[in-house]
């Protein structure tokens, strides 16, 4: 499924991940994120409402082709280092080609008295029913899109350009900015605020699970990877933290599923490997720990009146006991 998108800068022929994801260019790494979840569980087909397997494969396309690589880009600080300095560069083109034909939102934006509040409002209002009926999915992303190259374009010519900052000023739309700008001769990207480097949506939901767990909130840890491997199912290192929290709540069943899944995505993933470890101290301990159990049982003084076919608790106690053998 191909998804072709005429407005904004799609017509320059370059991808707008801001677009996709329905959040203002300046966006920060916060909101990015937010609004990234917000349409992963909508599109994801664990998650998605439809009833209708066309509308479950759309969704899926969308999420995989365009909003998945959106949200790849603009997490990583490296790749939207470079990507702030395309788009700006974009946006100078625009406005030295000037020559587009906008639709009504674009010409307001362009007329606005205040284009800042126009700008971001407008962005809202799209981006609440950008995923909501996913035939008109395009058709929004490449208003959005539209907005976003008359806002940059207004802004280039003003030379207060912040992507990815706070920096807000009114601007005016008269001329190309001036090179002189920057020492360089191209206009710098983000000078005033560096953003720290961004997690991927896995790693932000690992990290927090992490926490949990170290506060034997296995529960909230569990719900966190499982949110995670929704979105990234084969992800080693989620599961591999997973089995680990199971095994610390002597869930030894799961916790080896879910390493053998680890191990199954990535042979050498060292936490995966030390849990199945782990698991055969475990099941070995209580196995030993049976098997003594047994023999005492065979050797102390009978008594005048025991109690005939009495299982031996011990060799069920302790936080992993149940997983032991029985040796004959």
Not at 184 to 200: D, K, L, W, Y
């Amino acid at each position: 499924m191909s998804f072709q998108i005429e407005r904004g800068f799609f017509l320059l022929d370059f991808v707008d991940h801001h677009a996709v994801l329905g959040v203002p260019i300046d966006a920060d790494a916060q909101a990015i994120r937010k609004r990234y979840l917000k349409i992963a569980r909508r599109l994801h087909p664990d998650s998605f409402a439809s009833g209708f397997e066309q509308e479950k494969q759309r969704a899926s396309q969308l999420l995989s082709k365009l909003v998945n690589p959106a949200w790849e880009k603009l997490s990583q600080e490296k790749e939207r280092t470079e990507y702030d300095l395309l788009l700006k560069l974009k946006g100078q083109q625009a406005a030295r080609q000037g020559s587009f034909e906008l639709g009504n939102l674009g010409k307001e934006l362009s007329n606005a008295s205040n284009p800042d509040h126009f700008y971001r409002t407008s962005i809202k209002g799209l981006s609440d029913k950008q995923y909501e009926h996913l035939d008109q999915a395009l058709e929004i992303i490449g208003q959005i899109s539209e907005l976003n190259m008359v806002y940059l374009m207004h802004k280039d010519a003003q030379g207060s350009i912040g992507i990815g900052t706070q920096k807000r000023e009114i601007f005016t739309g008269s001329n190309i900015p001036d090179s002189s700008q920057s020492s360089a001769g191209v206009p710098s990207v983000r000078t005033s605020s560096v953003q720290p480097r961004r997690e991927s949506v896995t790693d932000q939901y690992c990290r927090r699970a992490q926490e949990y767990a170290t506060k034997n909130n296995f529960a909230q840890a569990v719900l966190e990877l499982r949110d995670a491997l929704k979105i990234e199912p084969k992800n080693s290192r989620c599961h591999a933290l997973l089995g680990m929290v199971y095994l610390k709540q002597n869930q030894v069943t799961m916790a080896k599923i879910h390493f053998n899944k680890a191990l199954e995505v990535d042979p050498q993933n060292a936490m995966a490997l030390e849990g199945k470890q782990a698991l055969e101290r475990v099941q070995k301990q209580a196995g030993s720990a049976s098997g003594a159990s047994s023999v005492s049982s065979r050797t102390a003084p009978q008594k005048a009146s025991p109690k005939p076919n009495k299982p031996d608790n011990k060799s069920g106690g302790g936080l992993f006991g149940r997983f032991g053998g029985k040796k004959k």
